[in-house]
């Protein structure tokens, strides 16, 4: 179906343009302050809901007061009627002494070496007996061999070297590099495929640095003048001739609704009254007797027998066959 336009009417204000002007837009009712009022709380509404939430993890971990870290304030106040510290506690709580300052500045490395909360003392004579034979014997270092000769520097082989380090004489270094040691100083070569890193960043030439922008492209880089307000108002003017045109039999066609297939039959959605004779109706012996729900016992019940493992008189009362009895002993091999 196609709707008329018989009931819209246009709406002016001040600041519209004149009607003979074709298509205009106004503000209604509406003066310019009270636009640009309404403007700016949009813009406002916008922003506080912009605004990201706030973090609510402070509320499940934080359970004393706001202390900052690193500092020597107390979490809570101390209670000024606690009873001053013994002179034990004063005595336990006493750091202990700094001696690599003051006094003790300056003393061997050695003295409160390896963490020792003690200083190495130096045992008296008496306290030094002489070492036996066999304890002097265990303590000799191993002596080399009697036909051993040193022969080399103790730098030959320093530092993990497996080779000496052998004095370059001066033709060496002034010798002339040959063609085959060329050869093999050349590194290899990549194939022909490789292609190098590319550079990050671009390098723009000089003249491009130095060149002035066209007026084409000073004009398609100049921004879009967009108007402020609104753009089109609800209620806009329907020229009469709108009004009074008639649709086309092809439009008429489209408009028509789908409809349903021969045979459809529409639902009832009305409601049947309840007689009063059924609302007083007593249900029957057999009626009542079916609508019982079936109660039927558990798995543990039905499975359950007491006398499972008894034996019955007469199995204790019986006597075992002989082939039984020939079967039932072990085979002696």
């Avoid at 359970?63 to 013994?86: C, D, F, H, R, Y």
């Avoid at 329907?238 to 009004?243: D, E, G, R």
Wanted: charged share 25%; with cysteine; proline share 10%.
């Amino acid at each position: 179906m196609l709707t008329q336009w018989n009931n819209v009417f246009p709406v002016r204000s001040g600041l519209d343009p004149p009607m003979n002007s074709g298509f205009y837009i106004g503000f209604g009712d509406l003066d310019r302050g009270e636009y640009e009022r309404i403007r700016q709380s949009g813009r406002e509404r916008l922003l506080e809901l912009s605004r990201p939430k706030d973090i609510k993890v402070g509320y499940f971990t934080n359970v004393g007061p706001n202390v900052m870290w690193g500092t020597q304030e107390m979490l809570w106040p101390i209670n000024p009627n606690i009873q001053k510290a013994s002179d034990r506690v004063e005595q336990l709580a006493t750091p202990k002494k700094d001696f690599s300052t003051g006094d003790s500045k300056g003393r061997p490395l050695f003295y409160y070496s390896c963490g020792r909360p003690s200083q190495i003392w130096e045992a008296p004579p008496k306290n030094m007996p002489d070492a036996s034979g066999r304890v002097q014997q265990l303590a000799s270092f191993k002596a080399a061999h009697p036909d051993y000769k040193e022969d080399r520097s103790q730098f030959f082989y320093s530092c993990g070297r497996n080779s000496p380090i052998w004095c370059v004489t001066k033709g060496a270094k002034s010798a002339e590099d040959r063609p085959r040691t060329n050869q093999l100083a050349a590194h290899k070569n990549p194939v022909r495929e490789f292609q190098p890193a590319r550079q990050i960043e671009t390098i723009i030439p000089g003249p491009a640095l130095s060149a002035s922008a066209s007026e084409r492209l000073q004009s398609l880089a100049a921004p879009k003048n967009r108007p402020e307000g609104p753009f089109r108002h609800p209620q806009w003017p329907v020229t009469p001739a709108a009004k009074n045109a008639s649709a086309k039999a092809r439009s008429v066609e489209l408009a028509r609704p789908k409809g349903t297939t021969d045979g459809y039959i529409l639902p009832k959605d009305e409601v049947w009254p309840i007689s009063r004779a059924a609302k007083r109706a007593s249900a029957t012996g057999r009626v009542s007797e079916l609508a019982k729900p079936l109660v039927r016992a558990s798995m543990d019940h039905v499975q359950f027998n007491p006398d499972a493992f008894l034996v019955k008189e007469t199995a204790l009362k019986g006597v075992i066959p002989k082939r039984v009895f020939d079967l039932a002993n072990p085979l002696s091999r």
